[in-house]
């Protein structure tokens, strides 16, 4: 009897894990080079032997690190014969021509490591094609290393100048891909900001943090979704929009967004900056962190870094203390707090705690933004009836003999200029005063 076919499988890559290590670099609680792992079993390959690490006051400008400790990695690589070497630093294109050399093996620098993350993560057009973008910006300076099967040829009768002509050649072909993907992003861009812009009325908020900080996990809690949740880096690529329907009955839209990383790829950032500018042009920052994981701090630091080097102006944020339900020690969260001016809030996504603290946080800054109005509807008018009910948190209702329904209810700013436009010429409009927590004390739990 013959078995059915079965689909094959890549084998997995095995690789050697090294890096350098500079005074500025921040710490790993979890062990030096950990981050680095996790992304190279996030891409699928196998690590083997154990990380090398050397600590340098300034890079070395043939191999990154110096020659004992390419030695050093020399044997290891002759014990383990992995597939690749993977150095957690970016590395220019001599480096890594030279590193090849020594090893006799594929080098991945960081960049590179990260990139393929993304390319097999990426689903939508616009990923698929922002993800091409940043890898063929990577590329051009890289392509000489592509072509050295030529070099041995070099100044034998009959081969001269084919590799140089080949490599620009590649370079032309490069450099307008890029261009035509510059193109086609654009497109994508002014569409996608028409599609914010027609969401102007609803008061919107951007989920934004480390990456696995546990921004889809929460996506999921407030908006009853279910996107993809995954204990990896980068489960998340395309900014997702949901709506989120609060107890009070106003309901506010909640955009995930990628997850950031210390030392991110600038290739990355530049090409993921409309994905990213959809979160900025938000009313409301959620900046999610990891309470639970050794490396908070310097993960706060991170993502405050990539925010203000991709937006000047920032809408106003909340720092959310996400897995607190895993966290041993609650003093320990107290000691993550760096700023002293910023909203705090401890939760777990996970479990469900602090989500009413997250709530009434929220209607702080969404009361600072409305109105009490009072608003009479002709009772047949359902439809805007419904629109008010829907857009609004109702304080109270009553049905005059004239057949008028009045609500008092409190309406964002942005959906009461929607409301006013789209109805009719019997619906009367009259502002009773601002929200009366507008302007209240915002400090966290």
Sequence with gaps: MSRAPEPTRTPRERVL??????????????????????????????????????????????????????DEIMQEVQRHDPDAVVVDNDLTPAQMRNLEKAWCKRIIDRSELILDIFARRAKTRQAKLQVELAQNEYLVPRLRRMWTHLERTEGAIGTRGPGETQLETDRRLLRKRITDLKGQLKEIEARKRREVKSRSDQFTIGIVGYTNAGKSTLLNRLTRSHELVADMPFATLDTRTRKWRMSDGRAVLLSDTVGFLQRLPHHLVASFHATLEEAFNADLLLNVVDASHPDASNHIR???????????????????????????????????????????????????????????AVWRHLDARSEIVDILIPIADGRTIARVRAQGAIIEEDCAVDGTLRIRARVSLPALGSLRREAGADVDFRVVGQSAVAGADQSGD
């Design 17 to 70: 894990i090294c890096g350098v290590i500079f005074p500025d670099a921040p710490t790993e609680f979890e062990g030096e080079l950990s981050e680095a792992t996790a992304l190279a079993e996030a891409a699928e390959a196998v690590v083997v032997g154990e990380g090398i690490i050397q600590r340098r006051a300034r890079p070395h400008p043939a191999t990154l690190m110096g020659k004992g400790k390419v």
């Design 302 to 360: 991170a993502v405050d870094s990539v925010l203000r080097s991709l937006s000047g102006v920032l809408p106003p944020e909340i720092i959310l203390f996400n897995k607190v339900d895993r966290v041993a020690d609650p003093i320990s969260l107290q000691l993550l707090v760096q700023d002293d001016s910023k909203e705090v809030v401890y939760l777990s996504a996970h479990t469900g705690e602090g989500m009413e603290r997250l709530e009434q």
